[in-house]
């Protein structure tokens, strides 16, 4: 198994984490939220596990397909993050169609679209520049 292959794998284990901390009464305070920030949903847990199953799929198919979860997987949710950041709302929970802008304090919008700005902006330099670079010279 590849670099990049073995990242897709980390991501899906990554991705699966995020569906359990919903269900760690650790990181649940007295509001239902997970890290007072995020509502757990059956909407967001199956977004997450869908983006779980993509990730260990695509690692466990191949290379090239590992390839094109980061480069998609990265775009998709970099840019949720950019319009959550921007609005308060993001679009892959339909947040911004649902509830419109949201006047959250800034601190809030930044925490609250920390994850996937972190994980979509990784996402986009492994899928980007990561996996070029080491790409075997035959493929």
């Known amino acids: 198994m590849d670099i990049i292959r073995f990242c897709a794998l980390g991501y899906a284990a990554l991705l699966g984490f995020v569906i359990a901390t919903g269900y760690i009464p650790a990181f649940i305070d007295q509001n239902d939220m997970i890290f007072g920030l995020f509502r757990r949903t059956w909407y967001a847990d199956g977004l997450h596990l869908v983006s779980a199953l993509w990730a260990l799929t695509a690692a466990l198919t191949s290379r090239r397909a590992s390839e094109l979860f980061f480069q998609l997987f990265g775009v998709f949710y970099f840019a949720d993050g950019?319009?959550?950041?921007?609005?308060?709302?993001?679009?892959?929970?339909?947040?911004?169609?649902?509830?419109?802008?949201?006047?959250?304090?800034?601190?809030?919008r930044i925490f609250a679209n920390a994850p996937h700005l972190g994980l979509g902006g990784l996402a986009i330099l492994i899928g980007y520049l990561l996996a070029p670079r080491t790409r075997p010279a035959h493929a």
């Open 82 to 108: 950019v319009l959550g950041l921007l609005t308060g709302s993001g679009y892959l929970d339909f947040g911004i169609l649902i509830n419109g802008v949201l006047n959250l304090p800034l601190a809030t």
